[in-house]
């Protein structure tokens, strides 16, 4: 329903009693939320039993310059790079921008609006009409001038409910910001690292190579010798063929990981031609910090990004809910208005009105009920993104966490195993050379030391794969410093943040 009441300052009684009048005969027959809730909450880290697998170990949460740890000042330098030219980190830092406008869009709403209009009309007034004569018939040129100025009461709360929601979702895509800034460097440190794994292997595949150039001189001699015959040399040369194709296959796995990095940097594929081979170290001794499950909801951004959406859901459920009740809108103007242009200027040109527009709405087929479901729906989804955003950070950080602790117990064996490969490959050759075994006994310890070799580079390397995706999971040194005056504090939200609207 939508009245408009105008009046002079002698009428406001009158405009009172009118309104008290309206909202007694409707408000008993408009329309309502009656049945329309929800009890959906957002779970705390507590209420998911995770003290086995990610055990408190007086470790401390990973610093914003994390991967300073593997002392490689190349990798430093390429982050800081990457923040620079990314474009994923621009297209973040745009949806961040857009959020904000949105946000100041709902503050406007909240206060009065002021407007000036000016406007000139040319116009023959009909002959036969209301106009009456000397202007019936005839051409006039209408003056007016207005100053006008509106402000909705907003006496449920809608207006600053949209600006509340509005602000939670600048909150939450700030903090989608930090995960694509985490993501980003945690894909350049992995990325980075398999690079340091190409090379790694590619030193065991050289050295292979001159393995294989070795058993081939000395299988020559040994023809020569008549221990040996041509089934032997051709098997030589095949074996040495093949590990200098394995050696080419590397250097153009190394080449496309260039092109990686410079494209995660936001460059040309030129930029990944100039970065040198890794010198990356072990890192730090991996202990997980104390509280962790209660502090990793302010250390994720994508946790506190999920939580920033239920509150705003929060917020547009209750703006959903205002709807339903009277809306009243001031309006006040004052200006010119007059025929022609000589008259426009004067006090008899004055006109000026001020009144309020009242809007309840009473039957509207349901439309403010299915919209309060809709809203309530995206709040029931919010929430169980929250909570699984919160059950796949716990497991991430319980799943790197058992993987280097694997890692860590599978290279003792390894590094045991390839001692003893290593040995036994040196004993053979020799014993070949001196004719005291086959060819068939130097390629199989030959092979038995490649691969132990290649394993125990492999775990190194996936160790601090590991050590890095674990950096990731416990938030890559992200701190929650969002603050909203109109919401608990952030302590609060760690302990208890439990959200719920009926």
């Given at each position: 329903?939508?009245?408009?009441?105008?009046?002079?300052?002698?009428?406001?009684?009158?405009?009172?009693?009118?309104?008290?009048?309206?909202?007694?005969?409707?408000?008993?027959?408009?329309?309502?939320?009656?049945?329309?809730?929800?009890?959906?909450?957002?779970?705390?880290?507590?209420?998911?039993?995770?003290?086995?697998?990610?055990?408190?170990?007086?470790?401390?949460?990973?610093?914003?310059?994390?991967?300073?740890?593997?002392?490689?000042?190349?990798?430093?330098?390429?982050?800081?790079?990457?923040?620079?030219?990314?474009?994923?980190?621009?297209?973040?830092?745009?949806?961040?921008?857009?959020?904000?406008?949105?946000?100041?869009?709902?503050?406007a709403?909240?206060?009065?609006?002021?407007?000036?209009?000016?406007?000139?009309?040319?116009?023959?007034?009909?002959?036969?009409?209301l106009?009456?004569?000397?202007?019936?018939?005839?051409?006039?040129?209408?003056?007016?001038?207005?100053?006008?100025?509106?402000?909705?009461?907003?006496?449920?709360?809608?207006?600053?409910?949209?600006?509340?929601?509005?602000?939670?979702?600048?909150?939450?895509?700030?903090?989608?910001?930090?995960?694509?800034?985490l993501?980003?460097?945690?894909?350049?440190?992995?990325?980075?690292?398999?690079?340091?794994?190409?090379?790694?292997?590619?030193?065991?595949?050289?050295?292979?190579?001159?393995?294989?150039?070795?058993i081939?001189?000395?299988?020559?001699?040994?023809?020569?010798?008549g221990?040996?015959?041509?089934?032997e040399?051709?098997?030589?040369?095949?074996?040495?063929?093949?590990?200098?194709?394995?050696?080419?296959?590397?250097?153009?796995?190394?080449?496309?990981?260039?092109?990686?990095?410079?494209?995660?940097?936001?460059?040309?594929?030129?930029?990944?031609?100039?970065?040198?081979r890794?010198?990356?170290?072990?890192?730090?001794?991996?202990?997980?910090p104390?509280n962790?499950?209660?502090?990793?909801?302010?250390?994720r951004?994508?946790?506190?990004?999920?939580?920033?959406?239920?509150?705003?859901?929060t917020?547009?459920?209750?703006?959903?809910?205002?709807?339903?009740?009277?809306?009243i809108?001031l309006?006040a103007?004052?200006?010119?208005?007059?025929?022609g242009?000589?008259?426009?200027?004067?006090?008899?040109s004055?006109?000026?009105?001020?009144?309020?527009?009242?809007?309840?709405p009473?039957?509207?087929?349901?439309?403010?009920?299915?919209?309060?479901?809709?809203r309530?729906?995206?709040?029931?989804?919010?929430?169980?993104?929250?909570?699984?955003?919160?059950?796949?950070?716990?497991t991430?950080?319980?799943?790197?966490?058992?993987q280097?602790?694997?890692s860590?117990?599978?290279?003792?064996?390894?590094?045991?195993?390839?001692?003893?490969?290593?040995?036994?490959?040196?004993?053979?050759?020799?014993?070949?050379?001196?004719?005291?075994?086959?060819?068939?006994?130097?390629?199989?310890?030959?092979?038995?030391a490649?691969?132990?070799?290649?394993?125990?580079?492999?775990?190194?390397?996936?160790?601090?794969?590991?050590?890095?995706?674990?950096?990731?999971?416990?938030?890559?040194?992200?701190?929650?410093?969002?603050?909203?005056?109109?919401?608990?504090?952030?302590?609060?939200?760690?302990?208890?943040?439990?959200?719920?609207?009926?």
């Amino acid at each position: 329903m939508n009245t408009q009441i105008h009046q002079s300052s002698s009428g406001s009684r009158v405009l009172k009693l009118g309104v008290s009048a309206i909202f007694a005969a409707v408000l008993s027959a408009c329309a309502n939320y009656a049945g329309i809730h929800s009890d959906k909450q957002m779970a705390t880290p507590h209420q998911y039993e995770s003290t086995q697998s990610v055990p408190a170990g007086d470790g401390h949460w990973p610093a914003a310059d994390w991967a300073d740890q593997f002392g490689d000042a190349q990798l430093k330098a390429l982050l800081a790079e990457a923040l620079k030219g990314s474009p994923t980190l621009e297209q973040a830092r745009a949806r961040v921008a857009q959020a904000q406008a949105f946000s100041e869009t709902a503050k406007a709403n909240t206060l009065p609006r002021v407007d000036a209009d000016y406007s000139l009309t040319r116009q023959q007034y009909s002959g036969t009409a209301l106009v009456p004569p000397p202007y019936a018939g005839a051409w006039q040129t209408e003056n007016k001038g207005l100053l006008s100025a509106s402000y909705d009461l907003d006496l449920w709360g809608k207006n600053r409910e949209a600006l509340k929601a509005a602000v939670s979702q600048t909150e939450a895509s700030q903090a989608d910001a930090e995960v694509v800034k985490l993501t980003l460097n945690t894909s350049i440190a992995r990325t980075y690292n398999q690079f340091a794994r190409l090379y790694a292997l590619r030193d065991i595949a050289q050295q292979e190579v001159t393995r294989r150039e070795q058993i081939d001189r000395i299988t020559a001699g040994r023809i020569a010798t008549g221990l040996d015959t041509e089934v032997e040399r051709k098997t030589a040369q095949a074996n040495l063929a093949t590990s200098r194709a394995s050696l080419a296959a590397l250097d153009g796995s190394i080449l496309t990981t260039r092109y990686q990095l410079a494209a995660l940097l936001g460059a040309g594929p030129d930029r990944g031609l100039s970065i040198a081979r890794p010198t990356l170290g072990v890192g730090d001794e991996v202990r997980l910090p104390d509280n962790l499950p209660a502090d990793l909801v302010s250390r994720r951004p994508d946790i506190v990004a999920a939580r920033w959406r239920v509150d705003a859901l929060t917020h547009e459920v209750k703006e959903a809910k205002a709807e339903f009740y009277p809306d009243i809108n001031l309006s006040a103007a004052m200006g010119l208005d007059a025929f022609g242009f000589g008259r426009f200027l004067t006090a008899a040109s004055r006109t000026g009105s001020a009144g309020a527009a009242i809007h309840l709405p009473i039957f509207d087929g349901g439309e403010l009920r299915a919209q309060l479901k809709g809203r309530y729906a995206e709040f029931d989804y919010a929430v169980a993104g929250y909570n699984q955003t919160l059950i796949t950070a716990l497991t991430d950080v319980a799943t790197q966490l058992a993987q280097i602790r694997s890692s860590d117990v599978q290279l003792v064996d390894a590094q045991t195993a390839q001692e003893a490969a290593q040995s036994a490959d040196e004993l053979a050759i020799t014993q070949y050379k001196a004719g005291l075994t086959n060819q068939l006994t130097v390629l199989n310890a030959d092979m038995n030391a490649l691969h132990a070799d290649q394993a125990v580079a492999d775990l190194k390397m996936d160790r601090r794969d590991q050590q890095i995706a674990l950096a990731s999971a416990l938030g890559g040194g992200y701190v929650d410093t969002s603050k909203d005056p109109n919401r608990r504090a952030d302590a609060a939200a760690q302990s208890n943040p439990v959200v719920a609207v009926r």
